[in-house]
């Protein structure tokens, strides 16, 4: 069975659908990746319908994934400079004022 995006969409409102919400984003990433392959699709497949990620496996993935944040880093501070901070744009949020009247 597969999701509508009207039911995704609904479930990613919950307050527990943190996980779901972190997944589809690295998945969505991923799938832009050229490099992940159709055989990373089917790993990822069997370890969804296992149910379990194997606990050798976890271990592995997070030291892949230090490395690649690792690479990101080195090509970021390559890009665009060391000393180079991005700090995102924050949005200014409205001010609530309080006004009394003497009547």
């Known amino acids: 069975m597969n999701a509508s995006s009207n039911e995704m969409l609904l479930a990613?409102?919950?307050?527990?659908?943190?996980?779901l919400a972190a997944v589809i984003c690295a998945l969505d990433e991923?799938?832009?990746?050229p490099e992940f392959s159709e055989q990373h699709r089917q790993?990822?497949?069997?370890?969804?319908?296992?149910?379990?990620?194997?606990?050798?496996?976890?271990?592995a993935s997070h030291?892949?994934?230090?490395?690649?944040?690792?690479?990101?880093q080195t090509l970021h501070e390559a890009l665009v400079g060391e000393d180079a901070h991005f700090e995102a744009?924050?949005?200014?949020?409205?001010?609530l004022k309080l006004c009394a009247s003497a009547a």
């Open 63 to 72: 030291e892949r994934l230090q490395k690649f944040e690792e690479a990101v």
């Open 30 to 33: 991923a799938l832009l990746d």
């Open 89 to 95: 744009p924050v949005a200014a949020r409205p001010q």
């Open 43 to 59: 790993m990822l497949r069997g370890l969804l319908d296992a149910g379990q990620v194997p606990e050798n496996v976890a271990a």
């Open 12 to 19: 990613l409102r919950s307050p527990t659908s943190g996980w």
